[in-house]
């Protein structure tokens, strides 16, 4: 009777785990941070931080982002149910508007990775819930370098000054 009981409980309690593990009717909040400047970077620096709260109360979900095909970790934060995720694409790479950034609590991740190992369409995989970064692109500087303009107006001053001699010798 008592193995019963111990063993009713240890079930019970691992499934109370279990359950307690999925997020249920997510709602997240979301900030995010690109680079804007990139005369001298060759990457651009893309951060996107986020609240995720669910209606299930789980606290600490590991959390996984797709971005573009690739994956990465979302970081836990010090505060509660907030999230951070970062990542960097080359600037030639780097197009302006916005990046769907895919959330998968470790269920939907081991379901993207199946779905990738067996060559099925990872598209399938619904997601926890989806933001949006918006990069406005980067500013690369001048269109037209400062020394060029230098160099020219240099030589538009000598031709200027050489013609206006040439015109009182004459």
Known sequence: MVKNILFLLSTLTIFSLGVADTCTNPQVAATAYTTNDATVLTNIAFVAEFQLSCSSKVNSLPLYAEINGRTVPAARLSEANKYQVSWTEDLKKARSGDYNVNL?????YAALRKAARSGEDPSAVKPLVTIVVNYPGAYQ???????FMAAVLAVLVWYLAFSAKSKLLA
């Open 104 to 108: 998968y609590d470790e269920e939907g």
């Open 141 to 147: 500087g001048p269109w037209v370098n400062t020394d």
